[in-house]
């Protein structure tokens, strides 16, 4: 590995595309130098510890200089001539979009300050949503993800009726768009319609994203989710009946006021039985203005923390085995970006930044960023498959 000394806090930025592109990277340097960074532009010297490359990804030779580029930096970077190389701009956003189908949550989870912040839920209507999702499927992009703080509750304001699964419906028949992904459905009143869209059209990913924060009936009703331990896991079968192949990704929260070694004890069981394919756990946060806020914060930060491990370490396991059921099979795979010597994608399974991936070798053959290839996994390990082209 080749060495040198790389200036620590020289950031070199390189700019591709149109004059949006200029101006975004000067306003970028302007708040770098701000916050005491050395910053040049376009340096061919190899001499900054980071490099930030703002792409261009709406015309194809752009995009294809915005690929050469990120490559010529993470080989840079695999050889030790720059330390951190990040990607920003068009093309790292043009074939994925954070798609928002409603502002606000109507619920009264007692640890969550988010209506407090942002209001009541309210839903933006199915054309108008039909309508932004044909523009982006015309600017390229491939995969919606559809965000909402409570998907469940799409509908019930404007149209008087959950109506998650018409939206489903009807943005599934956009030309273009190859993958919707569901992200947080809360669990209570969940609309199991949403599920024969989900069967029925190709382009709807079997995903789901549903936060159910925990294990023990007395933690879920004293954070007032309105579900209990054994209806959270009546629902999660059923689910799993509905779409047998379903990836499930939820989310869990330790240490909760009150919460006891028993508790966390019921979590724990909770999280074993269900074998959830995609889990993440946060420590407790206490705060200002949530219903939460009105108890003590007892249980002590280390604890919290030690909790959040095991489920983790628990979860690393359960990981680890499903990903091995994957050895020797083929599957439909996004590339997303190149690393060091991998090109990197997801499966319909995998949400972007929080799942897992699927890595190809580069000497394997040419994959472009942005496409879709079908691969079979040859190894897998917790969180990562490693597999080879097929087509
Ligand atoms: S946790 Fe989710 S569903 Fe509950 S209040 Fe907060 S945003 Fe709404």
Known sequence: MKTKTLKKNKVNVVTLGCSKNIFDSEVLMSQLKANQFDVEHESMEDDAEIVIINTCGFIDNAKQESIDTIIRYAEAKAEGLVSKVYVTGCLSERYKDYFKIAEGCDRPCSFCAIPIMRGKHVSTPIDELV??????AAKG??????????????GLDIYKKRNLAELVDKLSEVEGIEWIRLHYAFPAGFPMDVLDVMSTKSNVCNYLDMPLQHG????????????????????????????????????LIAGYPGETEEDFQEMYEFVEKMRFDRLGIFSYSHEDNTHAYNFEDDVPANVKKERA????????????ELNQLKVGKQFKVLFD???????????????PEVDNEVLVLKSEGYL????????????????????????
Do not use: C, W
């Not at 309508?131 to 982006?136: G, I």
């Open 131 to 136: 309508n932004s999702a044909k523009s982006l």
């Open 141 to 154: 992009v491939k995969e919606l993800m559809l965000i909402a703080q409570d998907l469940t509750y799409y």
């Open 216 to 251: 023990s009936t007395k933690i879920l009703q004293a954070m007032r989710r309105g579900i209990t331990r054994e209806k959270t896991e009546e629902l999660v079968n059923e689910i799993r009946a509905k779409v047998p192949n379903i990836a499930l990704r939820t989310t």
């Open 309 to 320: 491990d095991k489920i983790m370490e628990l979860q690393a396991g359960i990981s680890y």
């Open 337 to 351: 970006r190149v690393e060091g010597d991998y090109f990197i994608g997801r499966t319909e399974f995998d949400s």
């Open 368 to 391: 472009r960023i942005g496409d879709f290839a079908t691969i079979e996994i040859t190894s897998a390990d917790h969180y990562d498959l490693y597999g080879k082209i097929v087509s």
